[in-house]
């Protein structure tokens, strides 16, 4: 397992983390939940990505209870804010100061650590002050109990402005957490020179495009027994617009070749494929069983050559979106009435 720089930060991340949405506390037992983060440790893999919106609040108590015990100066612990919790109340979201800084208390109750290492605003907040946000995080890193403060899908233009106030604050934004795959090349246009600009790395999510990239859904066949698009939790909603993409599917299997040329399974070309963008810090994995983490973390430390990419590019090309305007209806609308 290689590691990288966190954006400009002094902080290294391993090339594959390792998180826990629509899995922890809700597609599978504890049990399974413990075994995979243990399997996620046995693979070299130090960073952990979780978040207190995921299975409401329950997923970052699994993960720190299956991390209990490991020296915590060696691991890498994100989490993040935005989503309703709890009771779902109107401070129970959104990124108001009083919202992250009862959030952050207890997120590192259920993760029980005295920090975290990156607490990242899970989506912008449109209803809140930009300038306010920034003062809450300033306050949580200089309380110690965030040693790093990073953003999730936010626009390039959103990062700009961040940055600035971040900087005025005393501290820096240095991630981003954005959906980026094969097909999934949003960020490529204005997201990925801006951040290069501001020092700021990507740790990407879905970086199999919820199972399509592993080849596992094949063309005018039923869904696999067990797959995510089976799972009625929710995650069925996730893949549900990848397998509708006409002609996609095909185009995937075109890929096995590929694969095969390297010596990699389809997701391990998958998650390599991401780690050829320098500006990508980490690319976050998730699993229903621990066997999966190990194939995934294989992909950590190969080399494209530009000869294989130029040949993926030519096999997705009908199906890649680079649409850099995508990014901003990610996160809600403002609620504001004035």
């Known amino acids: 397992m290689e590691y990288r720089f966190l954006g ?32 996620a440790l046995d ?11 995921y299975a409401n609040t329950v997923a970052e108590s699994v993960l720190g209870e299956a991390l209990k015990g490991q020296r ?48 990242q605003a899970h989506r912008y907040d449109h209803s809140t002050p930009l300038e306010e946000t920034i003062q809450a995080f ?24 961040g940055q600035e106030l971040a900087t005025q604050a005393g501290f820096r934004i240095v991630s981003n957490q954005p959906e980026y795959n094969m097909v999934s090349r949003i960020i490529e246009t204005e997201v990925v020179p801006e951040s290069l600009e501001l020092g ?6 879905s970086p199999v495009a919820q199972g399509v990239l592993t080849g596992k859904y094949l063309p005018g066949q039923p869904t696999p027994e067990g797959s995510r698009a089976t799972d009625a939790k929710g995650g069925n909603r996730m893949v549900e617009g990848w397998l509708s993409n006409p002609g996609l599917l ?24 991401v780690l050829q963008n320098r500006n990508v810090s980490s690319a976050i994995i998730g699993a229903s069983r621990p066997e999966q983490i190990a194939e995934n973390a294989k992909a950590s430390g190969v080399d494209l ?22 990014t901003a209806p990610r996160s809600p609308a403002s609620l504001r009435s004035w």
């Open 43 to 53: 693979a070299g893999i130090t960073s952990f990505d979780t978040a207190d919106v």
């Open 250 to 273: 095909e185009a995937v299997q075109n890929l096995r070749p590929i694969a095969a040329d390297m010596g990699l399974s389809m997701a391990q070309l998958a998650v390599a494929w």
């Open 305 to 326: 050559p530009e000869e294989l990419m130029v040949r993926i590019d030519e096999v997705l090309a009908d199906h890649v979106v680079t649409d850099p305007s995508l």
């Open 72 to 119: 915590r100066e060696s691991l890498e612990i994100f989490t993040k804010v935005h989503g309703a919790i709890g009771p779902k109340g109107p401070n129970d979201r959104g990124l108001s100061r009083k919202h992250i800084l009862e959030a952050i208390d207890g997120s590192l109750t259920r993760l029980q650590v005295d920090y975290v290492d990156l607490y």
């Open 200 to 205: 700021i790395g990507q740790i990407v999510w």
């Open 8 to 39: 400009s930060s002094g902080m290294q991340v391993t090339e594959i983390t390792y998180g826990n949405w629509l899995t922890h506390g809700s597609q599978v037992e504890n049990e399974t939940a413990t075994a995979c983060v243990h399997a």
């Open 138 to 161: 300033a306050d949580v890193v200089r309380a110690g109990k965030a040693i790093y403060i990073g953003v999730s899908e936010w626009t390039a233009d959103q990062l700009r402005a």
